[in-house]
C-alpha cells in the first residue's frame, strides 16, 4: 500500500456518554482539532452551550444504539483505538497513531464496556493520577495525535 498522508482520517466518540455538557466540549475540541466524524453510542447527543461553533452541524455526526451497530459501521481500513485506564492499555505517550482510526471513550463513571475493550485493536492511556473528565481525556487523545509523531501502516489495511 502506498504510504500516503491525503488517506489520513480519524473519528472520536463516546459510549454511553453521561452528560451533555461533555459532548459538546469533545465535539468542539475535536472540529478544532481535525477530527473527520464524531459519533454517539448509546445516549444521543443533544445541542449545548459548550459546543459553541456547532460542530455537530459543521461535520459528520453519526449515532449508533448499540456497541455492535457502531462496530458493524466502522470505516472500511479503520482501527478501533480503545481510550481506557487499565493496566494492558499502552502508554500515550509513545503511542503511534494509525493512519486511519476512530477514538473510543467511555462516560466517566463505567468507562467502555467489556465488549468494546476487546474488540479494540489497541487501548490507550495516558499518565493521570486519576480519571479525567471524557471530553478531556478526548482532547488529550486528538492533541497527541495532532503533535509530529510517526504514524504506522498495518499490512491489514
Same mark, same amino acid.
Given at each position: ?23 459538546? #466540549? ?75 482510526? #476512530? ?55
Amino acid at each position: 500500500m502506498i504510504d500516503n498522508l491525503d488517506n489520513e482520517f480519524f473519528g472520536i466518540g463516546i459510549q454511553n456518554g453521561k452528560t451533555p455538557e461533555n459532548l459538546g #466540549v469533545l465535539w468542539r475540541s475535536a472540529q478544532n482539532m481535525g477530527a473527520s466524524f464524531i459519533f454517539t453510542i448509546g445516549n444521543r447527543y443533544a445541542k449545548q452551550a459548550s459546543d459553541t461553533h456547532n460542530a455537530v452541524k459543521s461535520m459528520p455526526y453519526f449515532h449508533y444504539n448499540t456497541f455492535d451497530d457502531f462496530y458493524h459501521h466502522l470505516p472500511k481500513g479503520a482501527m478501533l483505538i480503545g481510550v481506557e485506564l487499565t493496566d494492558k492499555a499502552e502508554p500515550l505517550e509513545t503511542f503511534k497513531h494509525p493512519k486511519r482510526c #476512530v477514538y473510543l471513550l467511555g462516560a466517566e463513571d463505567h468507562g467502555l464496556s467489556k465488549k468494546a475493550i476487546e474488540k479494540s485493536r489497541f487501548i490507550v492511556k495516558f499518565r493521570s493520577e486519576l480519571s479525567l473528565n471524557v471530553a478531556v481525556a478526548g482532547s488529550i487523545v486528538m492533541y497527541d495525535r495532532g503533535i509530529n509523531k510517526p504514524r504506522f501502516i498495518r499490512a491489514s489495511e
